[in-house]
């Protein structure tokens, strides 16, 4: 007498196992977690591609700028130094006006150097070598084609590495939404 398989187990009818990515409750635990995971993945990478360059590394020694810029400013006053610098977008010209020219020629170079700092990213800077083409009168060409706010600072020096040597300083801002003209002064009063 043979006995069947059937017969063993009953009428009972086996259950298949199915795999682990077919369960339900692996998807009903898992998926909040893998999700939290990608969105993690994702703001980590927008914050580290997206951050501001405006946050100062070493500030003793920007403090120190400071102090030489200050510097730099009142002999910039004392010498009465203004200039007014206008910005042709569709040509590329830069042009720069200084009036009370010192007759020293140390300190009114052949070529100046114009920074023009973004606001909020540093890939934007550009620095602009403006070269005499009278007494008082500089020319130079930009870049690229800037939009909207622009800090700027004129140096009497061809080089930015050696910004703390130059003799005097003159700033300014400019808003390319209103303007392509501005004045450049001591920040000093």
Known sequence: MSVSQ???????????????????????????????IIMCSITVTIALKGADDVIIDNYYKEGRMINQALEQDKRAQELGLSGDVSFDRT??????????????????????????GHPVKAAKDQLITLTAIAPGK??????????????????????????????????????????????????VQ
């Open 91 to 116: 040509t590329g010209e830069v042009s720069l006006t200084i009036t009370n020219v010192p007759s020293d020629s140390t300190l009114m170079p052949e070529q100046l150097l114009l920074m023009m």
């Open 6 to 36: 059937h017969e063993l187990t009953g009428d009972a009818t086996e259950e298949v196992a199915k795999p682990w990515y077919r369960e339900f409750w692996f998807w009903f635990v898992f998926s909040p977690l893998i999700y939290i």
């Open 138 to 187: 500089y020319r130079g060409e930009l870049i690229t084609e800037p939009d909207y706010s622009w800090y700027l600072t004129l140096y009497p020096i061809k080089d930015l590495a050696l910004r703390k040597e130059a003799p005097w300083t003159l700033s300014g801002e400019i808003d390319f939404r209103a303007a392509e003209k501005t004045l450049l002064a001591p920040r």
